[in-house]
């Protein structure tokens, strides 16, 4: 079953001019919002846009920075986790030879 996962829309609204012309991008996923950006950012070239409005949409930017910030607290988690389960092997074998 095909299912459409990104989308790039373009509507025109009463005139011809440009000035009311919008493209509609999204996607589920992250990546998949930012692609579909991309393409719509291509559109608007196409279609003579200013480069000014063809840049990711700040949602996605946001999304991007956060997901990224996580990423790195994830890593800094994982470390500091490795780093307590090796201080804990140390102190338990230093108690299992303090019994001996």
């Not at 692609?35 to 196409?46: H, I, P, R, S």
């Not at 200013?50 to 920075?65: C, F, N």
Request: charged share 35%; proline share 3%; with cysteine.
């Amino acid at each position: 079953m095909f299912r459409r996962l990104q989308v790039c829309r373009h509507n025109w609204k009463g005139s011809d001019d440009g000035r009311k012309a919008h493209i509609v991008t999204y996607g589920k996923t992250v990546k998949q919002c930012s692609e579909a950006a991309d393409v719509g950012n291509k559109l608007k070239k196409g279609l003579g846009w200013p480069e000014s409005l063809q840049t990711q949409p700040p949602r996605v930017k946001v999304i991007q920075a956060r997901l990224k910030e996580s990423e790195e607290q994830r890593k800094k988690l994982v470390a500091k986790i490795q780093e307590l389960n090796k201080e804990n092997e140390r102190l338990t074998h230093r108690l299992y030879q303090a019994e001996e």
